[in-house]
């Protein structure tokens, strides 16, 4: 083998690593501006964060355009175990801390978890599969980070929401 060779070979061996590392980088990139489709992005740091003391509690649905407490909305959520990373996902609002929304993450997995609390099916899923709240995940959102209205849920099931997620967190009733 002649030393040409041998060196075209290991920039061949280097295309082969180098490439799939810069395809993953731009689909990464690409994602990040199809916020709202459903699929996973990236955010330097992420605004919707854990909730701390302060969140009221109250149920003032109104299908206006606005979110509101006691509807279902979408809006971004980070993953629990990579908080730069997320999707749009539907979220129960049950409340507010100062101008931010107090929310619960739906999801359509139940996996057996004791604190996934059953909702039901909505508007908010075009689907129309049962979901679950995650009760012990409680998330301040920023109202402009909603992206749409999804429903109004339910008052019975609003209220199984929220005394789940009150064994979590710290929530003050109005």
């Known amino acids: 083998m ?26 990464q990139t690409r994602r990040e501006y199809e916020r709202g489709i459903g699929r996973a992005t990236t955010r330097s740091a992420p605004r919707n964060v854990a909730v701390g003391r302060g969140v009221r509690v109250e149920y003032t649905p109104e299908l206006d355009g606005d979110a509101d407490p006691g509807e ?22 049950i409340g507010r801390s100062g101008d931010d929304f107090a929310a619960v993450p739906l999801t359509s997995r139940n996996d057996g978890q004791y604190d996934h609390v059953p909702v039901g099916t909505g508007e908010w899923d075009p ?24 429903s109004v849920l339910p008052r019975d099931r609003f209220d199984l929401v929220v005394a789940a997620a009150s064994r979590h967190h710290p929530l003050v009733r109005t």
């Open 2 to 27: 002649t030393p040409a060779t041998a060196a075209g070979m290991t920039t061949s061996a280097n295309l082969r690593m180098v490439v799939p590392s810069f395809i993953r980088r731009v689909g």
């Open 127 to 150: 689907k129309r599969r049962p979901s679950w709240a995650k009760a012990d995940r409680l998330l301040m959102i920023d109202p402009g980070d909603v992206r749409c209205e999804g």
């Open 72 to 93: 279902v909305v979408w809006s971004w959520v980070p993953f629990e175990d990579e908080p730069t990373r997320g999707k749009d996902r539907p979220v129960v609002i």
